[in-house]
């Protein structure tokens, strides 16, 4: 079993910055992607970027290229989401997630939720205008 504590959400101006942290305890090997996903209210969650932990490929959705880095720090155990150039529309609740027995390479294996074994309990991102 594999528990995610996330940090780092808060309130931020529009054009500020936030970093969100993932850390991951539990039986993990190195084969893993962690993902990070976000959900407005009434809304469905959507993804947003996600790292190949052995090769730190990554991925992301089209909106926030440019604006978000993702990262990942082997050595603690911990994934970050780098977000500047924030936007209003960038405010909901992000979820943390990591994929188990990750051997794949394309975006359509990171994509989708049903890709994730195991979620963080999310942390709230707002920006105002």
């Known amino acids: 079993q594999v528990q995610l504590i996330e940090s780092g959400g808060g309130l931020v101006q529009a054009g500020g910055s936030l970093r969100l942290s993932c850390t991951a305890s539990?039986?993990?090997?190195?084969?893993?992607?962690m993902g990070w996903f976000r959900q407005v209210l009434g809304r469905e969650r959507e993804f947003v970027a996600a790292v190949a932990w052995t090769d730190a490929r990554t991925y992301y959705r089209d909106s926030v290229k440019g604006r978000f880095f993702i990262s990942r720090d082997n050595a603690k155990n911990t994934g970050y989401l780098q977000m500047d150039s924030l936007k209003p529309e960038d405010t909901a609740v992000y979820y943390c997630?990591?994929?188990?027995?990750?051997?794949?390479?394309?975006?359509?294996?990171?994509?989708?939720?049903?890709?994730?074994?195991?979620w963080g309990q999310g942390t709230q991102v707002t920006v105002s205008s």
């Open positions: 997630a990591v994929a188990k027995d990750f051997f794949c390479s394309g975006y359509e294996c990171v994509d989708e939720m049903l890709d994730y074994d195991y």
């Open positions: 539990g039986r993990t090997s190195q084969n893993i992607a």
